[in-house]
């Protein structure tokens, strides 16, 4: 029996920070519900699609998952478990922003759900604000306090360095208050201004002050090094865990494991196909009695795509990518087809190989890993 991941959209946001391009919105709650039972008709409509796989991670993300009522949540759970065969040690994670978090929730997060990331981001309200976020430090505080109380014990803080304002002394705080909060994992991700938000054009417009690319690179380092002294080891560019919590359904991400992807513009790699559903989330509505109306982009990947995403995928990991595994998974020698590459850079410093077979960048390398990776595409 092949195993596989579920992730699952939720679209709806109190209100869009001025950096966000997801697919999120502000909604009602008539709209709620009519979402929910479109994603248990979608959810339900792979009932013979997937009953050879296992489910071993759940991810419920967004948008704010934490804004959809309990009574619809149970329902779009009951739907999984009647449709899909769910392992009893799955992990099963829910995305929270610290301004929704509430004692309603906590019947459904104690018995549903056995991981939370929480949209912590920074620990100034200054940069909260800045962000949009709809909350305080003190927020994230209590709601931790509340997460722990319900019985939560894996919970993930996601950061943001690169904030319009930030400095490394404000990043400082925010790592150490983060720390602070005994999270078993953080992700620290850098602030990437995206086209058609309010920060994008604030940008083009010249109002945007952002780190300079030098202070970005010493924000990075000091990320490593602060959880690094705290007992987060770096597992992946941009996330850290303590011992026995590296997300397993973001492994499978990057490992390019087969997932399927529920709700409106859900992504899904599935049996060598990838494919997204419609971003419009009437037609999605509309649509779900018959999930493979809502495909959109389907794509049967060739062998050399898949070799370079896996390149790619693989050496963000700090594990680095193997050549046994290279082998087993498409018939070739790794060294037959990057050899020069790989050599190249361990030469420069840029990779190393901690055990025979077995290749990961090294700090170097990550700090310049656009550059890196990009040797890796097959001409
Ligand atoms: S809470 Fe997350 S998904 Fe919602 S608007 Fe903010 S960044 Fe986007």
Redesign the pocket.
Known sequence: MGEIGLYLHIPF?VR??AY?D?L?FPAGEEMKKIYASALIREIRGYRNAAEDSKVTSIFLG???PSLMPVRQLRAVFQAIYDTFPVDKDAEITMEM?PGTVNEALMSFVFDSVNRVSL?MQSAVDEELVTLGRIHTFEDVRKSVELLRESGVKNLNLDLMSGIPGQTEASWARTLSAAVSLGPEHISAYSLIVEEGTPFFRMKEEGSLVLPDEETERRMYTMTRDVLARSGYAQYEFSNYAREGFRCRHNIRYWKRGDYLGFGVGAASLFRGSRWSNTRDVDEYIRLSPDPGALVRGMERLNKRAEIEEYMFLGLRMTEGVSSAAFREAFGVEIRDLYGDVIDRQIRSGLMDEPKEGTFRLTDRGIDISNVVLAEYLLD
């Open positions: 946001c869009k920070c966000c997801f999120s967004g948008g704010t922003n949209g």
